[in-house]
C-alpha cells in the first residue's frame, strides 16, 4: 500500500525460523519495521526484529564485487562482468585440471527455497559436482534424521506453533526460546501460567526461569535422562499401552535398555535428581494435551541422531504423536532451516525431500531440469567433512559460500579457517563484508531480505512469501543473478537459471510435487491472497497440511517406529587437563555469527563482547573473577571471554555465546566429532579449562 512517500509491505523478521510477521514502511527519511499480527509471533518482536531495517543502510554496506588476483594483496573494486568472467575463468581450470569434485559450495539456511533451489542445481549441472552442503548440517540434522527414523517424515513441527497455547504441558529440551525466539514465550505461556512448563537446560536461563520444573543435566547426558524418564513412565503405570499397540513398533527392544535406567541410575550420571525426573513425567502424562519440544541443546552431539529418538520414545510411550493437541516437534533455528533442507542444497538430497541416491528421485528431477538423470553426481560429504577437506589432495581446490560465515560459525573454527586459506579459489556471496568475505578471492554485493522477493519456510513448514520492500543499492545483484551469470558462463543454458524468484519456486513446485516435501499446489498468487499453507501441498486446489500423522505415520504401515538407544556420553569428557564441560548458545541481542547482528549499534550496546558464564565457586578455583577477562582452553585452542559469574550454571560447566569473531570466536574450543548418521558437531559439549587472560 501506498500512501503518499511511504511504502509498506507485509512481510517477515529476517532472523529465526518463527518468522515473525511484521511490516517494512519505506519513508524518505528512513525506512522502519513494525510488528503485525501473524499466528507465530501475535503481534509481538524481539529486540533483533525491531531493529533489522538498520541492516538495510549498515556502514560497510557491500555496493560493488570486490577481486584479488593475489593472495597478498588487498581486495579491490571492480565491475560485475570482470568478477563474473574471472570466477568463470578459475572454475573452468580448476575444473579441467582436477575434475568437478575440484570445486565445493556452501550454502546457507537463512537463504530463501528459491535460492536453496537454484544452489543445488547450481552446483549438480553447472558445476557437475557433488561437494555441496550448507550450514544447515550444523543445526537442524539431527532432529531432521530423528524424525525421518521414528515417523518416516521430517518436518520440525508437524502442527501449528499456535497448538502449543491449549497445552497443559510443554517439555522444552536444550531450548531457551525467551532469549533466542522471544515471541515464542506467548505460546508456552498458558501452560507456564498452569504450572505445566518443564525445561531441560543445564543453565537456568531466561525459560528456565518461566518453568515450574527446571532440570539441569551435565552437559552430553540428555540420553541417560530421556531413558530415566521412560523408566519412570513404565515404572510408575504411565504407559498409554493402547497407543503403543495401534500405533507403533520396537517398543520391547526400547524398554530392555530403558529397563536398566531407573531414575536413581539417571541421577548419579546427569545431577537431576530422581524426584523430579518422576515429577516432570507426572506432568506429562497427566496434562490433556503435551508436547515434547527439542533444540540444539540437545541435538548438536556426536550422539544427536540417537539422543532425540530418545525424546521422541518418550513421548510415543505416552501417546502424544499424531492426535491433534499434542506431539513432537523440533524448533528449527535458522530463518529457513525447514525450506533449506528441503530443496537440494544438502549433501544427499534433491528438491522435494528427496534422495540423491534414489533412481526415481533422480529421474523425476532431472526430467524436470531436462538432463539424462546419469548426468546429476551422487551423494557428497557433510559440511565439516566437506571444510576439513578442503585444499587437500582430494578435496575442492574452490569454495563458493553463499549465506554463510564458517570463519565463525564452524566447529574447529582456527582448522577450517586454514582450509579455507589453502584453496585455490575462495568466492563468497553477502552483503556485508563477514568474516569469511574478508578473506575471500571473490566477494559478490548481493541483496538482502526487504531487498528482494522470496519465499521462506517457517519451524511449522508454513510457506511464507517475504516480499520486497525497498530498492537495493544500484550496483547490488541478487544471488539468483550470481548464479545466472556464472552458469552461462560455464555453458549453461540461459533459461535453465531464471533469475525472478517466481518463476524459480513455480519450477521447484515441478521439482518437488510427488516427494515428501510437495510444493507442487504452492504458488505466489496463493501466496498472496494470504492463505496459509503448510507442506506438502500436491495440488493448486489442496489447503495444505497444517497437521501430519493424525491418521498413520510416513512409514508403509503407517506406523511410528520406537528407536532403541543407549546412554554413552559426550565424545570429550573431562578429565584432569581440561576438567570442566563447556557448552555454547545463543543471546538476546545476537544471531549467529553475529554478521548481521553485531552491525546493530544497539545489539551491540546490549551485548559489546564474548563471555563465558562460569559459577562463582569455579571461578576461585581458576583464579578468575567477575569482570576479568580470562582464557578458555580447549584441545583445539582458545577463547578470550569476559568472565560472568553466575550461581544458576553447574559447577562442572562453562557457557560461551558464540556470535562474535577474531580470539572471541567460541567455536575455536568446539569438537568437531560428528554423528554417525546426520553428521553433526559436537558443538554443546567439549572438555575445557579455565584461567586468567
Not at 533489522?52 to 588476483?69: D, I, V, W, Y
Not at 526460546?177 to 536461563?205: N, Q, W
Not at 536413581?264 to 506429562?284: H, K, N, S, Y
Not at 531436462?370 to 553426481?377: F, I, K, R, S
Request: glycine content about 10%; aromatic content about 6%.
Amino acid at each position: 500500500m501506498s500512501v503518499g512517500a511511504r511504502v509498506e509491505v507485509d512481510t517477515h523478521c529476517p532472523y529465526c525460523a518463527l518468522q515473525c510477521g511484521m511490516v517494512v514502511r519505506d519513508e524518505p527519511a528512513e525506512t522502519t519495521v513494525a510488528p503485525r499480527e501473524f499466528p507465530t509471533n501475535r503481534g509481538g518482536l524481539c529486540q533483533k526484529g525491531w531493529t533489522s531495517a538498520r541492516l538495510l543502510n549498515t556502514p560497510g554496506r557491500l555496493t560493488t564485487p570486490l577481486l584479488r588476483e593475489d593472495r597478498n594483496a588487498p581486495l579491490r573494486p571492480v565491475g560485475w562482468t570482470e568478477a563474473l568472467d574471472y570466477v568463470a575463468l578459475r572454475l573452468h581450470e580448476l575444473r579441467d585440471r582436477h575434475g568437478a569434485d575440484a570445486i565445493g559450495v556452501f550454502g546457507g539456511g537463512g537463504l530463501t527455497n528459491e535460492k536453496a533451489y537454484q544452489l543445488g542445481k547450481f552446483a549438480r549441472l553447472a558445476l557437475g559436482t557433488s561437494k555441496i552442503d550448507y550450514n544447515g548440517r550444523f543445526c537442524m540434522s539431527s532432529a531432521a534424521a530423528a524424525g525421518i527414523k521414528v515417523f518416516g517424515l521430517d518436518r520440525g513441527m508437524p502442527f501449528p506453533v499456535a497448538d502449543l497455547a491449549e497445552a497443559d504441558a510443554i517439555l522444552l529440551v536444550g531450548a531457551n526460546v525467551a532469549e533466542t525466539m522471544p515471541p515464542f514465550m506467548r505460546h508456552v505461556r498458558p501452560a507456564a501460567d498452569k504450572g505445566g512448563l518443564i525445561v531441560v537446560d543445564p543453565r537456568r536461563t531466561a525459560t528456565a526461569e518461566a518453568a515450574s520444573l527446571h532440570l539441569a543435566p551435565a552437559p552430553g547426558t540428555d540420553l541417560a535422562l530421556a531413558l530415566g524418564m521412560l523408566h519412570a513412565v513404565v515404572a510408575d503405570g504411565l504407559l498409554d499401552h493402547r497407543y503403543i499397540a495401534e500405533r507403533t513398533t520396537g517398543f520391547d527392544e526400547v524398554w530392555r535398555i530403558a529397563a536398566a535406567w531407573w531414575p536413581e541410575r539417571v541421577e548419579r550420571v546427569t545431577g537431576v535428581p530422581a524426584a523430579d525426573q518422576r515429577a516432570a513425567v507426572a506432568l506429562l502424562a497427566k496434562a490433556r494435551n503435551a508436547y515434547v519440544l527439542t533444540a540444539r541443546g540437545t541435538e548438536q552431539h556426536a550422539t544427536g541422531v540417537a539422543t532425540v529418538s530418545a525424546w521422541i520414545n518418550l513421548c510415543l510411550a505416552l501417546g502424544l504423536c499424531g492426535r491433534e493437541g499434542s506431539g513432537y516437534g523440533c524448533l528449527t533455528g535458522q530463518g529457513n532451516g525447514q525450506g533449506g533442507r528441503e530443496h537440494g542444497q544438502k549433501a544427499d538430497q534433491l528438491p522435494g525431500y528427496r534422495k540423491i541416491d534414489d533412481p526415481a528421485a533422480r529421474a523425476h528431477v532431472a526430467g524436470v531440469w531436462g538432463v539424462d538423470p546419469a548426468e546429476l553426481p551422487g551423494p557428497g560429504p557433510s559440511a565439516y567433512e566437506l571444510l576439513d577437506s578442503l585444499g587437500t589432495e582430494r578435496g575442492p581446490k574452490a569454495l563458493l559460500v553463499f549465506g554463510s560465515n564458517v570463519v565463525v560459525s564452524a566447529p574447529r573454527a582456527g582448522h577450517v579457517g586454514d582450509r579455507l586459506e589453502s584453496l585455490e579459489l575462495l568466492v563468497t556471496s553477502d552483503f556485508v563484508l563477514s568474516e569469511t568475505a574478508a578473506v575471500a578471492d571473490v566477494v559478490f554485493p548481493v541483496t538482502q531480505w526487504a531487498e528482494e522477493d522470496g519465499t521462506m519456510t517457517n519451524l511449522e513448514g508454513r510457506i511464507l512469501l517475504r516480499g520486497k520492500a525497498v530498492t537495493p543499492p544500484i550496483e547490488v545483484r541478487g544471488d539468483l543473478d550470481v548464479l545466472h551469470g556464472l552458469a552461462i558462463r560455464l555453458g549453461q543454458p540461459a533459461e535453465r537459471f531464471p533469475v525472478d524468484p517466481e518463476t524459480v519456486f513455480a519450477e521447484l513446485g515441478r521439482a518437488s510435487a510427488g516427494g515428501p516435501a510437495d510444493y507442487s499446489g504452492a504458488s505466489y498468487e496463493r501466496l498472496r491472497a494470504g492463505e496459509a499453507l503448510h507442506w506438502p501441498v500436491p495440488a493448486a486446489d489442496h489447503p495444505g497440511t497444517p497437521r501430519l500423522f493424525l491418521d498413520r505415520f510416513a512409514h508403509p504401515d503407517g506406523r511410528a517406529r520406537f528407536q532403541p538407544v543407549e546412554h554413552t556420553g559426550p565424545a570429550e569428557p573431562p578429565d584432569p587437563e581440561f576438567p570442566l564441560h563447556a557448552t555454547t548458545g545463543r543471546v538476546l541481542q545476537h544471531y549467529q555469527s553475529g554478521a548481521q547482528t553485531r552491525r546493530v549499534p544497539e545489539l551491540m550496546d546490549a551485548s559489546p563482547e564474548a563471555f563465558v558464564e562460569v559459577h562463582p565457586d569455579t571461578a576461585r578455583l581458576a583464579g578468575v573473577h567477575d569482570g576479568q577477562w580470562a582464557t578458555v582452553t580447549s584441545r583445539r585452542g582458545s577463547v578470550i571471554a569476559r568472565v560472568r559469574c553466575v550461581t544458576t550454571i553447574r559447577p562442572d560447566t562453562v557457557f560461551l555465546p558464540f556470535h562474535f569473531p577474531g580470539a572471541q570466536r567460541a567455536n575455536l574450543l568446539t569438537n568437531p566429532a560428528l554423528d554417525p548418521t546426520s553428521r553433526m558437531p559436537e558443538f554443546k559439549v567439549c572438555a575445557v579449562r579455565l584461567g586468567p587472560a
